[in-house]
């Protein structure tokens, strides 16, 4: 299958500017099977010369990658049964784009490779490599799924149907670290060009579904980056997939009435919400020290909060803030509000209130203090020091 993808910016941004009209278009199928996890397994050696790795025959891709060397020239040869090769194919590197500032690494990695009923792969280097990992992946899942006729059914629409990431079986723990804290935080871009990537792959793949599956392993485990770098793919049939994770509700879906009274059912995260309708956003530190509750609770209750749709996260370097979802009904903004207004006098809340808006203040006077010492050397001075602590807001934070 020969797979493009649509890319901005595509480790940064989740927006795809190539397809941003599509983001309104109906979703393609209905069907919403659920995640299909990817069973990986991986093994690593020097590789002199040439190397034979051992891999099960239930892998559907294949992946090589090696410490350092990017211009090293690396082919691999697959066998079903240890004795008769296929022809030596190089191995095209992947391009790693802009990637996380966590996934940076010296590791190259070679491009995804569908493979079927192979039980080894013949590693050969032009060059000794340390550290050679061949990384098989089974994303077949069930039956493949139905996923529509493709692009010539859609000829007479003004704009394709999407199939969501549910719909082809996105595992969307990958997304998410131990404490329940997104990895990978969305951020949002103006739109500023339009590319299209082509990336080699097997034509007549009979399970399309397994190989985005299989690229969002790769991407999002592997590669360490949290999730799949592109915003969209589309196979050869012309289907296209929602790639990286970029709305809490797709098309339209408004949050679930059920997981917003559970969310609001609990006075931690009752606590929470009041404090984000007093500030735009707040950071999870200021949280942790608000509540006076582990890191790991107050995200776990944050966690619990966004899968209802309510708040949204958003990383600026090592903070991490939450605020209000821009998709949370007005309805649940209103049941909201009445709450806090309804326990406005509650000692608990009143306290919550005094402690965040005495850090603002104490971060506004750090800030200010920050300021002034670096312009010293300059006329700045007598400017800076009318800066007051009422003036000072989130975009001020130390980051």
Known sequence: MHLSSTVLRPVSAALAAALLLAALAPLAPSVEPGPVPVRASETSAAVDGSRDFA???????IAIHWKGHPDAVV???FSKDGRTFSAPSAVEVEDAGEAPDTAATDETYGALISVEGIRVVRVHADRPLPNVSVLA????????????????????????GIISRSTWGADESLRFDAAGDEQWPRE?????????????????????????????????????????????????????????????????????????????????????LALLLQEDEVCVCELVELLRLPQPKVSRHLAILRDAGIVTVRRAGTWIFYRFSVHTPLWIYKIVESMAHGEREDPIFVEDA?????????????????????????NNSDRISRVTATAWNRNARPH
């Open 55 to 61: 891999v099960s025959s239930s892998a559907t891709h």
């Open 75 to 77: 082919t691999a040869s």
């Open 137 to 160: 992946l089974d994303a077949a899942g069930p039956d493949p799924m139905p996923l529509g006729l493709g692009a010539a059914t859609e000829a007479a629409t003004t704009l394709p």
């Open 188 to 272: 949002y871009y103006p739109v500023q060009k339009l590319v299209v990537h082509h990336t080699a792959g097997r034509n007549a793949d009979p399970n399309p579904a397994a190989t985005v599956r299989a690229i969002y392993y790769y991407h999002a485990v592997t590669k360490r980056w949290a999730d799949i770098g592109y915003n969209y793919l589309i196979d050869e049939a012309g289907r296209v997939y929602e790639g990286r994770y970029a709305r809490d509700f797709w098309n339209g879906a408004m949050p679930s009435a059920d997981k917003f009274y559970v969310a609001l059912n609990d006075r931690f995260r009752r606590r929470i």
């Open 354 to 378: 005094a402690r965040l808006k005495g850090r603002l203040v104490r971060h506004a006077e750090i800030d200010l203090a920050r300021r002034k010492a670096a312009c010293k050397s300059c």
